[in-house]
């Protein structure tokens, strides 16, 4: 799949090459690829580039996105610090830029990095806040999955219940199949803890389903995993 978007983003490129914005943008873009593909130096290069362009242009809207991407390289190469301090600039950005859906997402990826941390409350606090605003409902689905997930490392299993629920019956109610299958493999791991067999493969099943449909392979072999380990409990 990566492979199909490479292709058509780099012959994007090609055309609009002569189009500083657009060459910007294309940028982004191909270096978010080559960060899955670990070739980090090339991502820099392309990153830099992008970064250099919107700060002349004074565009703080996606001078955020490029720091958020800058985050996504730091995160991948397992530099949790660097992480924080490119979402926390990227958080100022989206504010002064008043884009709802961008600040919601820092707010959540900081959050994602408290929690990695240990550090529960603060991780909880911003996933409230970014709860409160109005974003889109996808947002939202991540918001709850995300303070359904603290709750579980929390080992508080009914308010981890409660909110991971919340978040498969938003993304049912907008359609968003594939990410459905993570907030079911949240649940199940839940219901594992609790020694609810039955609820567990249930819920482990229907990610299992989805992730194999949308070719999600990590995420395919974790949850056979996690069958696996329930059976022998």
């Not at 109005?134 to 219940?161: F, H």
């Not at 907008?174 to 949240?186: K, V």
Request: charged fraction near 25%; aromatic fraction near 14%.
């Amino acid at each position: 799949m990566h492979e199909i978007v490479w292709y058509v983003l780099n012959y994007y490129f090609n055309r609009n090459k002569n189009l500083p914005l657009d060459k910007a943008k294309y940028q982004l873009d191909l270096a978010s690829l080559y960060i899955r593909k670990r070739a980090f130096a090339k991502a820099d290069s392309l990153l830099t580039y992008s970064e250099s362009y919107f700060t002349k242009t004074n565009n703080t809207l996606w001078q955020s996105k490029v720091i958020a991407i800058r985050w996504f390289m730091a995160l991948f190469q397992s530099e949790f610090d660097k992480s924080q301090n490119y979402y926390s600039e990227a958080l100022k950005l989206a504010k002064n830029s008043d884009d709802i859906n961008l600040i919601s997402l820092c707010m959540r990826n900081i959050a994602d990095l408290k929690r990695f941390k240990g550090h529960y409350t603060e991780a909880l606090e911003l996933l409230f806040e970014a709860l409160k605003l109005n974003s889109s409902t996808m947002a939202k689905a991540d918001c709850y999955k995300k303070i359904g997930t603290v709750y579980r490392e929390l080992e508080d299993w009914e308010p981890a219940t409660k909110y991971i629920e919340k978040s498969i019956e938003l993304k049912k109610k907008i359609g968003f199949e594939n990410s459905l299958a993570y907030s079911y493999y949240a649940l199940g791991l839940i219901h594992h803890r609790q020694l609810n067999f039955g609820e567990t493969l249930k819920c482990l099943r229907q990610c299992l389903t989805i992730s194999r449909k949308y070719n999600i392979e990590r995420l395919t072999g974790q949850a056979l995993g996690a069958i696996g380990a329930a059976y022998q409990d």
